[in-house]
């Protein structure tokens, strides 16, 4: 049943077929522009992961899930399809993105011999990541709210949520720095490099994880 | 008679609306109507068959658990929701190919008959169909799996006569090919059901006012037409509602003969499930 909800989502989404085409022209022109290689990644799977949302408003607007609570499916099958569609949509994103940058910059270094951009494979996988997990966050917060309040006042609720988690992150930072507490700053540096890339793995999969059981105890106990 | 839907007390509360204990069952072979005014509490009986909002009580479908055995249930159901579809932004093309991922049944070339038969487009999106194409394709897509059972809520509001008609002569269809179907249809449009229903089940808020035969209902009750010296002759238990007229007294009764043996009155006209309806609302007693 999953396949069929999946199926009408992404029906929904084909109207945005040609923006996506605008969007990777944008990169293109982007990456030849700045001769960087972490705008992309982050750009289309930004674009395309909160794309995967809007099939919310699809459903808001004609009303569907009352429809679909009476066909052979439940309201978990429903939430499920919503965080793969997500998931999936940021995935390819960044794959999107990388690829798009790595054909541009090859094409670019082609043509242009005498300034040749150097593509750095682990940069260019570890911004992707990082693009990654910004917009998993931003759907794990995005996703429990809309179910919460609906498609469109979640998205300001979304906001406000994004606005007081940095404004903690910021008050702990700030807290530090006025505690004169001794940070390691080699240290985390450190830490960071040698963990990093699984600190953002297995961080994005906890939000997700968390994310997808608050949806579904709201939604479960939504009329 | 085996039951297709089976009610038992089911009870639902809101801020400001209650269904107090609907019970009522829909068999097999019949065409049950569910009515009542906007707001009665159709609509929330029918999502408490469903299972769509959480509710007291019990819901049998064909025999099992409407909770327990919920998917396995809803394989074999039909449903046409006034304002609620897959989506507004599908052609009829795509939503053949969903639904052959919800349904083990679905039967594509039933649906692509119904839609030639329809004279519905398979390539247009329904946001540009009009109310009755909207109709129609849902229809169509509730009756492709061939369910055992159908549910509609107000399929025939803001439709066309010709339309209603159309709609009325499809689940007509739909009953007469297999004797153990039914259907569970609730409207304001009371005509529609005086053509087509076996059972009326009338709802006034939240509360069942009566589960009757159509046929029963349309031959055994009337509007007795009288004086006011007829009418205070009148026992109370002999009518259900009157209303006082300029000229004379209006008074619903659901027992003709009676009133006419007992109080000679003669002049008592038919009734429709409207006229009916509206004497239970708006009637005094």
Known sequence: MIKGLLKKDLCNLATYKTSLIIIILFCGIAIIGTESITIAPAIICGIVGMISLSTFSYDEISKSNKYILTLPTDRKELVKEKYILAIVATLLGGILGMVLTIIVVNIMNYLRLENIISLDYKSLVISTMGGIFAISFLQAVQIPSIYKWGAEKGRIQMFILVLIIVAILGGIYFLINKTNINVDMEMIKNFINKFGVWILITSTIIMYFVSYKISYKIYKNKE | ?285
């Open chain 2, 1 to 285: 008679m085996d039951n297709n839907i089976e009610l038992q007390n089911v009870s639902k509360k809101y801020k400001d609306f209650e269904l107090k204990n609907i019970s009522f069952n829909v068999p097999q072979g019949c065409i049950v109507g569910l009515i009542g005014e906007n707001g009665a509490g159709k609509t929330t009986t029918i999502k408490s068959i469903l299972n769509i909002t959480k509710s007291g009580g019990t819901v049998k479908i064909f025999g099992k658990d409407s909770k327990k055995n919920e998917k396995e249930i809803k394989e074999e159901i039909g449903v046409v929701l006034d304002d609620s579809f897959l989506s507004e932004y599908l052609t009829a093309k795509q939503v053949n190919s969903i639904m052959k991922d919800f349904f083990k049944t679905w039967n594509e070339n039933k649906y692509i008959n119904l839609l030639k038969q329809f004279n519905l487009p398979t390539d247009k999106l329904i946001k540009d169909f009009s109310s009755g194409m909207k109709m129609k394709l849902k229809i169509a897509t509730a009756i492709s799996h061939n369910p055992k059972l159908l549910i509609l809520d107000e399929p025939t509001s803001g439709l066309d006569p010709v339309v209603r008609n159309e709609i009325l002569d499809i689940f007509r269809k739909y009953i007469e090919e297999d004797e153990t179907r039914s259907i569970l249809l609730s409207t304001h449009i009371t005509t529609d059901l005086e053509h087509i229903s076996d059972y009326i089940v009338f709802i006034e808020k939240g509360k069942i006012i009566f589960n009757l035969p159509t046929n029963e209902l349309l031959e055994n009750y009337g509007i007795i037409k009288c004086s006011k010296e007829d009418f205070i002759r009148l026992d109370k238990k002999d009518y259900i509602t009157y209303q006082k007229g300029k000229y004379q007294y209006e008074v619903l009764t659901n027992d003709k003969s009676l009133i006419r043996s007992k109080y000679n009155i003669t002049t008592i006209d038919k009734t429709s499930i409207e006229d009916i309806m509206l004497f239970y609302i708006k009637g005094e007693k």
